[in-house]
């Protein structure tokens, strides 16, 4: 095992907790901190070198806080989305319930007013309408 992985392990074993509650104070769900975590350490274990880091402690911890707030922005929009998605699905039935009744409580006024009609002048409007049949021309 190399020296850089060698050290990466050890800041990893040192500060994993730590860095995981990090995590959590900005996205609130601990898998998803864990797999950050994880995620800025597979990252820098990656990379070939790290002798341009100064202070790699200060920068594992501002990788995970980036990650976190990305994750957390991402989660904050797909909640949103997922909000307005119910939004429209609930306005939707709603839409559709008022108009079934609209249409029923049309429905009904038609047919009371059929029902006014002469026998035959009611025969011809279900035939035409109701029933969608044509004049005979003769």
Known sequence: MSLHKK???????????????KSYSY?????????IVQDVFLALLEKIRLDHISDLKSYIYKSVINASIKQAKKQKTADMLNKDIE????????????????????????????????????????????????????
């Open 7 to 21: 050290h990466l392990q050890n800041l990893f074993n040192l500060y994993y907790i730590d860095l995981c509650k």
């Open 27 to 35: 996205i609130h769900d601990v898998d998803k901190a864990k797999d």
């Open 87 to 138: 939004l429209i699905v609930l306005s939707k039935e709603n839409d559709s319930t008022e108009h079934t009744s609209a249409f029923l409580k049309s429905e009904k006024e038609i047919l009371k007013e059929l029902d006014l009609l002469p026998d035959k002048c009611k025969k011809v409007f279900i035939l035409c309408v109701l029933e969608d049949m044509k004049y005979q021309v003769v």
